[in-house]
């Protein structure tokens, strides 16, 4: 577990800005892009701090951090089809079009290729964990507004379910509900860092102050909890990282009983699986950020950046990835499972000329014969 790829050392006359190794640099154990192959499958990170969204990709004997620019990217939502991002301000949906890999690179390398498709405003609401439901309406949490929500066409958000705790919708962020988990295909978990519905109520008691909801029985599951992040329902557990405390918990939904079942040495915040092994998501935590005082502050003064990948079976930790530059924040880990090697697309001359159709249109595309010795396409999927 010490052996790290390192990024390559700036030449000496390199300018004095920093170089993409410093702001965007990583290190890993030797085998992780050998785990994402064997489990078949990639990762896609957000980073609103350094406003990044990077896909974790094994090329070779490497992970290539593939890094695309948005504004505050923050929840995600992802599959082998399609994928929704929320942002400062909107949520950018995507659709895979993989035709257009073979504009990319040639040969072709790409097995993914998520093409912007459409992008809702939503306002400032500080968009954290979203999710699909099994009919594939969106569901995000507004944390800004302490609810849980959909889309319609005219509204900036629809308010489906709030806390007991909270009285009424207003930009307050009165709780700080930030953590979704399906179940069975419908949103049923819910973390919050306060039950409280005074404005920014859940700072007063941020160390030990979380809550996890059942949004089902409309009740709370366990109180006492250390900034509650990333509820999962997998492998029949239900999952939390107890950031605060660096910690990968299980919780017991009828007893609301918690075991701690991994530690990680970072603020814990992001989750995802594939097969047997846990990708929890590790931030530093400035010194400025508001989520200090607590105690994984207290007690590890080196918090790593990053990703780390746990066995579910043991508790330890197998793999890890680290970035050592600019990116120090990480909030949503996705994984992609059956895809390897994906390109996120969101602006550029592809935009323009790669057309997705209905499949009743598509059978009907046929192009007009080229002149002799040139060829007229368009990627059209």
């Given at each position: 577990m ?7 050392a700036p030449?000496a006359?390199?300018a004095?800005?920093?170089t993409?190794a410093?702001?965007?640099g990583s290190?890993h ?9 064997q489990l ?5 990170v957000s ?5 990044k969204l990077?896909i ?6 490497s ?10 990217p ?5 599959d ?8 400062a301000?909107e ?18 390398r790409h097995?993914a ?18 999710a699909?439901?099994?009919?594939g309406?969106?569901w ?5 507004f302490?609810?849980l929500?959909?889309?319609?066409m005219?509204s900036?958000f ?7 705790c909270?009285t ?6 009165r709780c700080?509900?930030?953590?979704l ?5 419908r949103?049923?978990?819910?973390t ?7 404005p920014?109520g ?6 030990d102050?979380?809550?996890l ?16 992040h990333?509820?999962?329902?997998y ?11 660096g910690?990968?918990v ?5 007893t ?10 970072g ?6 699986f ?5 990708f929890?998501?590790l931030?530093?935590?400035?010194e400025?950020n508001?989520?200090t005082?607590i105690?994984?502050t ?13 066995h579910?079976g043991?508790?330890k930790?197998?793999?890890l ?5 600019g990116?120090q924040e990480i ?6 499972s059956?895809i390897?090697f ?6 550029g001359d592809?935009?323009a000329?790669?057309?997705a ?10 192009f ?5 010795g040139?060829t007229?396409?368009?990627p059209?999927?």
């Open positions: 010490t052996n790290y790829e390192t990024p390559a030449a006359d390199a004095p800005e920093k993409v410093e702001v965007l290190v154990t030797t085998n992780f892009p050998d785990l994402l192959r078949g499958g990639c990762l896609v980073t609103y701090q350094a406003g990077v974790l990709r094994p090329d070779g004997a992970i290539n951090t593939h890094f695309r620019n948005f504004v505050r923050m929840g995600m939502a992802a082998n089809q399609r994928l929704a991002l929320g942002t301000l949520i950018a949906e995507f659709r895979n079009m993989p035709a257009v890999a073979k504009r990319l690179q040639d040969p072709p097995d290729v998520y093409m912007a498709r459409r992008a809702h405003i939503t306002g400032a609401i500080d968009i954290h964990e979203m699909w439901d099994k009919h309406d969106l995000f949490v507004n944390t800004l302490s609810c929500c959909t889309l319609d005219k900036s629809v308010p489906r379910w709030r806390p007991n909270v009424h919708y207003a930009p307050e962020d700080h509900l930030n953590g988990a399906m179940r069975d295909g949103p049923r978990y819910l919050a860092l306060g039950e409280t519905n005074e920014q859940w700072r007063v008691n941020k160390r102050g979380g809550v909801f059942d949004m089902a029985s409309n009740k709370v599951v366990v109180r006492g909890l250390s900034m509650p990333s509820p999962r329902w492998d029949n557990r239900l999952w939390v990282l107890e950031s605060g405390r910690k990968l299980t919780i017991d939904p009828k609301g009983e918690k075991t701690d079942f991994a530690s990680v040495p603020f814990a915040r992001g989750l995802d594939l097969g047997p092994i846990a929890v998501g931030s530093q935590l400035r400025t508001a989520f005082d105690e994984i207290d007690d590890n003064k080196d918090r790593q950046s990053g990703v780390w990948a746990v579910i043991t508790g930790t197998v793999a990835l680290k970035f050592t530059g990116v909030f949503a880990v996705q994984a992609l059956g390897l994906p390109e996120i697309i969101h602006e592809l935009l000329s790669a057309y159709l209905p499949d009743e249109a598509l059978r009907e595309v046929a007009t014969a080229a002149p002799a040139q007229a396409s368009a059209v999927d």
